[in-house]
């Protein structure tokens, strides 16, 4: 699989925007770009995936550079219930039996009051 | 929203027991399902690749006559832990995914399992 690089730690101040970095130098054409989140003594929970397109739901947006090697999943409003780590995963297509996700060290976002 | 959920939350044993942790899907069916093991300040290791009606996919490294996967229906996977060490009290989390073209994968809230 194609590493991910994220820093180790962020900090935000409650109800600013936070930019989480992810850089992939080494993704392939066919890698999906997911992102999860792992609240304390919790599973990870789904956030957002993209593949070329900027994507938002209603957790997050993301923002994939136009060369596919970084990526930024954006917060709009960070409240503390969104401090956790934040796994940015590279995985190539599901449908091509692609069904494994390998977790690096994340980054563990911490919210300020 | 698709559920997984997994059982027991926690368990405490005594070294040389086994302990047997469910994870079920509960409003999807699930051929496949992901086992995961995280000490703790670490990230998730992925143990093994359970699959519905068939032998599971152990990771290099991991055990499986030690840690025995068995996926007997679409919604039902358990991994026993056998003959549990203190070395193996561990955050156990499963995943799952809800057809082979969906993206998301799902988890459990985990299992923390802590060995005496």
């Known amino acids: 699989d194609a590493k991910t690089t994220q820093p180790n730690s962020m900090e935000s101040n409650e109800e600013e925007p936070v930019h989480l970095p992810c850089n992939h130098s080494?993704?392939?054409?066919?890698?999906?770009i997911h992102w999860y989140r792992q609240l304390p003594s919790q599973g990870p929970e789904y956030v957002i995936h993209g593949l070329t397109s900027n994507v938002n739901n209603r957790m997050a947006s993301l923002a994939i550079a136009e060369d596919r090697k970084s990526s930024t999943l954006i917060l709009h409003r960070a409240t503390l219930r969104d401090a956790a780590v934040y796994y940015c995963i590279l995985r190539g297509p599901s449908n091509f039996g692609n069904e494994k996700l390998t977790f690096g060290t994340g980054t563990r976002l911490t919210i300020i009051p | 929203g698709a559920v997984v959920s997994q059982h027991p939350s926690w368990v405490i044993c005594k070294s040389g027991t086994s302990v047997k942790i469910e994870c079920r899907s509960l409003?999807?069916?699930?051929?496949?399902m992901f086992w995961y093991r995280q000490f703790p300040k670490q990230s998730l290791m992925l143990m093994a690749t359970?699959?519905?009606?068939?032998?599971?996919?152990?990771e290099q490294g991991v055990e499986k006559d030690k840690f025995l996967i068995n996926h007997a229906s679409l919604t039902l996977s358990t991994l026993t832990v056998t003959s549990a060490h203190p070395e193996d009290s561990s955050f156990y989390i499963c995943?799952?995914?809800?057809?082979?073209?969906?993206?998301?994968?799902?988890f459990g809230s985990g299992t923390q399992l802590s060995v005496l």
């Open positions: 995943s799952a995914r809800k057809d082979r073209f969906n993206e998301k994968l799902f």
């Open positions: 359970s699959n519905e009606g068939s032998k599971a996919t152990y």
């Open positions: 409003d999807f069916q699930a051929t496949t």
């Open positions: 080494t993704i392939s054409g066919t890698d999906y």
